[in-house]
């Protein structure tokens, strides 16, 4: 099994930033994708920014130039640096990984979340 372990989550003041690290951890797994949901109070879990392979990536319209993904892959971590936070932006934010597990097995991954808290 590959297990996503998130850090950096915290409260911040509108306008500020914050940045998410995830690291995969296990043995014998290869990652294709990562990324990161977000899921609030009272709302479904929902797509934030996800990379795939180095350097495909795609983001929510509502985090578009504020948020940025990216990955070390490496150290098989991924990042979000989210700049200009907003109230709507207070949330769980879960890590996602997905990839194979020798000899080939497909896996998918969901770290246990970090809580962002944006005050205005």
């Known amino acids: 099994q590959v297990q996503l372990v998130e850090s950096g989550g915290g409260l911040v003041q509108a306008g500020g930033s914050l940045r998410l690290s995830c690291a995969a951890s296990g043995s014998g797994f290869s990652i294709n994708t990562m990324g990161w949901y977000r899921q609030a109070p009272g709302k479904q879990r929902e797509l934030v920014a996800i990379?795939?392979?180095?350097?495909?990536?795609n983001y929510a319209d509502s985090v578009k130039g504020r948020f940025t993904i990216s990955r070390d892959n490496a150290k098989n971590t991924v990042y979000l640096q989210m700049s200009s936070l907003k109230p709507e932006d207070i949330a769980v934010y879960y890590c996602?990984?997905?990839?194979?597990?020798?000899?080939?097995?497909?896996?998918?991954?969901w770290g246990q979340g970090t809580r962002v808290t944006v005050s205005s």
């Open positions: 990379i795939i392979s180095s350097s495909n990536t």
């Open positions: 996602y990984a997905a990839g194979f597990l020798d000899p080939g097995r497909p896996f998918h991954s």
